[in-house]
């Protein structure tokens, strides 16, 4: 029974690790260049309803993950057990830069679009793609080590077998 819910926890992990990952690298790679590429009105119209979808989606996939993988954490032992716990504090790392770095922008970027953007706007929105740059890399590391850590139990499993 453990070994089952272990793999389940697993499986919901990388599951949720990689969706989080690939929504961060997705905006990382397309949504910030487009942003920086339309005039600045559009950017932040864009930008503030993009934001009432990514609350609700991206703050479940991090919960998600992270929930996922320290549970897993608790239920492994000796080096599993630390990548796991890893990669779950590195998507409570995620979280804290979304809460603490960009939310408080976004919440500014939704003023300006309704009113217009201060003159030292583009410091602004540059300490916000810092923090999305910060944050998809605490995402893609963390998958990393979840895809390291089934592939090392697969790797496990076929030896046994053999």
């Not at 942003?35 to 991206?58: A, C, Q, Y």
């Amino acid at each position: 029974m453990n070994h089952m819910r272990t793999r389940l926890l697993l499986g919901v992990s990388l599951l949720s690790t990689g969706l989080l990952a690939g929504a961060f690298s997705y905006g990382a790679a397309n949504l910030v260049p487009t942003f920086n590429s339309v005039p600045i009105d559009m950017r932040l119209d864009f930008h503030t309803e993009l934001m009432k979808m990514n609350g609700i989606t991206m703050q479940a996939a991090m919960a998600v993950s992270a929930l996922s993988s320290l549970a897993l954490a608790a239920l492994t032992r000796e080096r599993t057990r630390v990548l796991t716990a890893t990669a779950g504090l590195l998507t409570v790392a995620s979280f804290l830069i979304t809460r603490f770095g960009n939310v408080p922008i976004n919440g500014r970027i939704k003023q300006w679009a309704a009113t217009a953007p201060p003159a030292d706007h583009p410091e602004i929105l540059r300490r916000w793609e810092l923090f999305n740059d910060a944050r998809t890399c605490t995402a893609i590391a963390a998958f990393a080590i979840l895809i390291y850590v089934a592939l090392r139990q697969t790797g496990r499993r076929a030896t046994e077998h053999h």
